[in-house]
């Protein structure tokens, strides 16, 4: 055979202290996660929840995103919520999945994490691997940002 065997994921990730409590920033990422997302992430145009909320595991989304004039829609379900620690959010119908995970730094200061991975590139992707990787790195390192200053603009 060739080697072909199935690529590693492309992963992005990012962190940074936001001054905010920690169950102040979960709730914003976590339980308002339908109202909040398009705010950090500008390239979702349109999202809705497919199952009844609250978010939990098992909740299941749709989101279309636009990014350079191109429209994708995926489906996507929570595989992991851990009140105030981690979201995990799985592609359904594109091989992804971002975690957002929390950590307290102090009573009034939380460490926000976020990694997004590609499982798996198409064939003809993978030689774009490195351009891919820096394109998830930068979008992981903005979805920081806007995260940290949506939070911290918010009135404690």
């Known amino acids: 055979m060739l080697g072909l065997g199935a690529a590693k994921p492309v992963t992005g990730q990012a962190e940074d202290v936001v001054n905010c ?11 308002q996660f339908f109202d909040n997302y398009p705010r950090w ?3 979702v145009v349109d999202l809705e929840p497919l199952s009844s909320l609250p978010v939990g595991v098992g909740c299941k989304g749709r ?19 851990e009140d105030p620690r981690k979201l995990e959010i799985k592609g359904s119908t594109e ?4 975690s ?5 730094e102090s009573d009034n200061s939380t460490r926000v994490s976020f990694t ?3 499982e798996e590139l198409e ?9 891919i990787r820096v394109a998830l790195q930068d979008g992981a390192t903005q979805t920081i940002e806007n995260i940290k200053k949506l939070l911290e603009e918010q009135p404690a």
Do not use: N
């Open 123 to 131: 064939l003809v992707m993978r030689p774009f691997q490195k351009l």
């Open 21 to 31: 409590q920690i169950t102040k920033a979960f709730e914003f990422v976590a339980y």
């Open 95 to 98: 091989p992804f999945r971002s």
């Open 63 to 81: 989101q279309v995103t636009r990014d350079r004039g191109i429209d994708s829609e995926s489906t996507f379900e929570v595989t992991q919520f």
């Open 100 to 104: 957002y995970e929390f950590h307290r």
């Open 116 to 118: 997004f991975e590609l």
């Open 41 to 43: 992430c500008p390239q």
